[in-house]
């Protein structure tokens, strides 16, 4: 027995030993790729020393003659930080993820072969102008500058996750960075998921109810639309979806998260200070690292500071020393889907006004890791792209013998929207900025900017020109061959809707409507928000002037405006009726459930229990209110739609039939499917969190998921990896935490303000920002997650131009020397 104690005791040691030099080891080699910021090098590529100083929050304040030498050291500081996430942004683009991930990525590749978003970029290059042509090629040989070093001095090729994933890197291009702006395009698209869920709607329910689950934002009606079924009869009622799991690698957002944002000005009259004021976060998909690169460049028309995105030599949102820019998603119908009919007698034709033409084609191979390689065969009609029956339904919508087409603005093949970004960058007045925004393209944005005196809001990007005869105004797909439904080039940059000076001194955006003009200047029918902008005005009227702090308390301000609307509503019967039920029934969980919302003001604050209960509740009512009508299609509807809820119980247009069960043979009233639909909730609650209902955290079920996009999924590594933290707010609070809205925790925070800047002009250097994680992609690295501690808890960092201050407590300054 002794023996066998000894032996087994041995093994285990053993095992302790070889477990413990394991890791030791492999945080050696990981810790390798951790950048040294407190060095001189010799490089190739600058024409005088370039300076990186980087201050306390590795913030990189970037210092040289030229302003090519600045974007050098800008590609140099991305590599250095990013090298990882801006080597999978580029194969993204390319479609080579596969090469690395295998069969599980060929989706992601078939689709961006198919838009072919890369040879778009290449062919792009051409089209910039010779500024920013010069910036791309310096910023590019930045990049290759520090990989160089890498390889030079065995620097843990440049990323821990190269390790595991091991690939040769090629040298970053012009074209790369073309591509990442296209690939934000890609991600901020939603159109096409809208138009298909609505056709597939429109063949169940009748259009009244169709109006009533996927409404118009507040306005002036829309004319009714043709039936789909009457467009394409061929197509069957029901057609059930692939329902493929989202890849957090796919670019290509689920429908509810084509990104979202808010922005608001003040102008010097309703300023305390006497100066202009500007708040902006754009809200992205969560991911560890955050997309957001916080960066200062010194450049010869002066100094620029704010948020950019690794792989693009620009500052996509921040200040200068006397101007200020924010941008949020626009909305902008950019998208139209179009039903091509192939020639029966020959499939590589599809029908045109002309009558049948050939597709363009082309083969391409996607190499797959640990597989046989996958040829995919590219085809595009006039319209644009065609897409397989199994990328975003569409073969639900499609009717036999026909196939489907994408035109979208990103695809064109002379996209300026790097230059106008660059122009933009360097604009020192309003009027300069809405002169720099005419060359931006894709993705429309709505841009807020802020100079010494003036304030103005302008959506940039290319707007399709549509003909006021389209039969569906582009809500639907429709048929590609009528002349009427085709694209007319797009319109001129004055037709996109501009706010300068306004008269009451504040102007902003939530991603609302923003005007109320007859197709097709009508710029979108679907729109992000029509919720956040009703707190948004209330805060901005109710203070004379505003100041930083005001502009911060709205931009943290967690109180949800549809709570407060949509709870009178649904419980005008349930509050305080009958007697106390039994402890430990349902009717008294109920009760006590009632109790505590009918206190509650609708914080959506992280530490109480009332968010989890209304947002339980408002879901299970959802699905109650539209499970029988719309059947396995109503799990398309992730998301609460708080306008479908009133139109419900204010009966708006007959609206409350939908509280009906149709299989039932009572006739169910509103107040019966609000009661059911509360039980539901807590029972879930019960199953999911169980305890006390007071005892109930918000912050619980709204973690913000900060998950590395490759390693977030596996065991041990997700600990080093992923970011998760209790956070407050919703899906319709300022303090926007999108919810993920399936699955086992439907309420993770995945979506919401990755930046957040507010910039006073008045006092310049007293502008602060934050971003939610923080500025290194190595997770061994002090700065990965270190912002995202102050991001979390509603706390900024100082967002000042004035050298002495980055260099009074550095953490390290790089000097990149002429290698001659």
Not at 172 to 192: E, F, R, T
Not at 458 to 463: L, R, V
Not at 690 to 715: F, I
């Amino acid at each position: 027995m002794a023996f066998a104690f000894r032996w087994l005791l041995r093994i285990f040691s053993g095992l302790v030993v070889l477990l413990a030099l394991a890791l030791v080891t492999g945080y050696w080699f990981a810790s390798r790729s951790l950048p040294d910021y407190d060095r001189t090098l010799k490089v190739a590529g600058v024409s005088a020393p370039v300076e990186i100083v980087r201050n306390n929050a590795n913030v990189p304040h970037i210092f040289a003659e030229t302003d090519a030498d600045v974007f050098f050291g800008l590609g140099f500081a991305h590599a250095q930080d990013r090298l990882w996430q801006m080597t999978m942004l580029r194969r993204t683009a390319q479609g080579r993820l596969s090469e690395i991930f295998g069969q599980r990525t060929v989706r992601i590749d078939e689709l961006l072969r198919r838009l072919d978003l890369y040879n778009l970029s290449v062919q792009s290059v051409r089209a910039q102008d010779p500024q920013t042509l010069a910036a791309l090629e310096a910023y590019a040989a930045g990049v290759n500058a520090w990989l160089a070093e890498v390889n030079e001095g065995a620097l843990g090729r440049g990323a821990p996750e190269m390790f595991l994933f091991s690939n040769q890197l090629a040298p970053w291009q012009p074209a790369d960075s073309i591509a990442v702006i296209k690939l934000m395009a890609l991600q901020l698209a939603g159109h096409l998921e809208e138009e298909v869920l609505r056709a597939r709607s429109s063949l169940i329910l009748p259009n009244e109810r169709l109006q009533d689950i996927l409404p118009d934002s507040p306005g002036a009606g829309i004319a009714a639309m043709p039936e789909y079924a009457e467009l394409f009869p061929t197509v069957p009622r029901y057609t059930a979806g692939l329902d493929l799991p989202h890849d957090p690698l796919m670019p290509a957002q689920p429908r509810g998260f084509a990104g979202a944002s808010n922005a608001w000005a003040a102008a010097p009259s309703r300023s305390a200070a006497g100066g202009t004021l500007l708040a902006n976060d754009p809200h992205l998909g969560f991911s560890a690292p955050t997309i957001w690169y916080l960066a200062r460049l010194e450049l010869q028309s002066g100094g620029v500071i704010g948020g950019t995105i690794p792989g693009m030599p620009v500052v996509l949102a921040g200040r200068s020393e006397g101007f200020a820019w924010g941008i949020t998603s626009s909305y902008l119908d950019d998208q139209d889907v179009y039903i091509e009919q192939l020639n029966p007698d020959d499939p590589s034709q599809v029908l045109t006004p002309e009558g049948y033409a050939p597709m363009t084609s082309r083969s391409s191979i996607i190499t797959v890791n640990d597989a046989d390689p996958v040829t995919v065969q590219l085809q595009w009609t006039q319209n644009g792209p065609v897409l397989p029956r199994h990328l975003f339904d569409l073969g639900t919508i499609t009717p036999p013998g026909h196939v489907t087409s994408l035109a979208w603005t990103a695809l064109s093949p002379a996209d300026t929207s790097l230059s106008a970004a660059l122009a933009l960058m360097q604009a020192k007045t309003v009027e300069e900025g809405l002169a720099a925004g005419e060359g931006f393209i894709a993705p429309s944005q709505n841009l807020t900017m802020i100079d010494g005196e003036n304030i103005a809001l302008k959506t940039i990007g290319a707007m399709p020109k549509r003909d006021a005869r389209h039969q569906t105004q582009g809500r639907i797909p429709t048929p590609g061959w009528e002349t009427v439904n085709r694209w007319q080039g797009r319109m001129n940059y004055s037709s996109n809707p501009e706010f300068v000076a306004p008269a009451g001194g504040i102007l902003g955006n939530t991603n609302n409507k923003t005007v109320e003009r007859p197709f097709p200047l009508h710029v979108s029918h679907h729109y992000g928000d029509t919720q956040r902008v009703q707190r948004w005005r209330f805060l901005m009227q109710n203070r004379e002037v505003h100041t930083r702090e005001s502009f911060i308390e709205a931009q943290l301000d967690e109180v949800s405006p549809t709570a407060r609307a949509l709870l009178p509503l649904v419980a005008a019967d349930l509050w305080f009726t009958g007697e106390s039920a039994p402890e430990g029934t349902p009717a008294r969980r109920r009760q006590e459930a009632l109790l505590l919302l009918a206190e509650w003001n609708g914080e959506m604050n992280e530490h109480r229990p009332e968010p989890l209960i209304y947002s339980a509740w408002m879901r299970a009512l959802q699905d109650r209110l539209i499970r029988d009508e719309l059947g396995p299609l109503a799990q398309e509807y992730t998301h609460v739609e708080p306008l479908f809820i009133e139109r419900v119980y204010r009966d708006i247009f007959g609206a409350s039939a939908w509280c009906d069960v149709l299989q039932s043979a009572p006739t169910e009233t509103c107040t019966d499917i609000a009661r059911l639909a509360l039980d539901d909730a807590l029972v879930w609650i019960d199953e999911a969190h169980g305890g006390t209902l007071e005892s109930l955290r918000w912050g619980d079920a709204h973690e913000a998921t900060h998950d590395h996009q490759v390693l977030g999924t596996v065991p041990v590594l997700n600990w080093v990896v992923n970011i998760r933290q209790s956070t407050s707010g919703g899906d319709n609070t300022l303090l926007r935490g999108r919810t993920l809205g399936s699955g086992a925790e439907p309420f993770l925070n995945v979506h919401g303000a990755g930046y957040r800047g507010v910039y006073d002009l008045a006092d310049p250097d007293s502008s602060v920002f934050i971003t939610s994680t923080g500025q290194s992609g190595h997770p061994l690295s002090r700065h990965y997650d270190d912002l995202g501690v102050l991001w979390r808890r509603g706390e900024y960092i100082l967002m000042s131009l004035d050298p002495a201050l980055a260099r009074a407590a550095s953490v390290g300054i790089t000097t990149l020397a002429p290698e001659n």
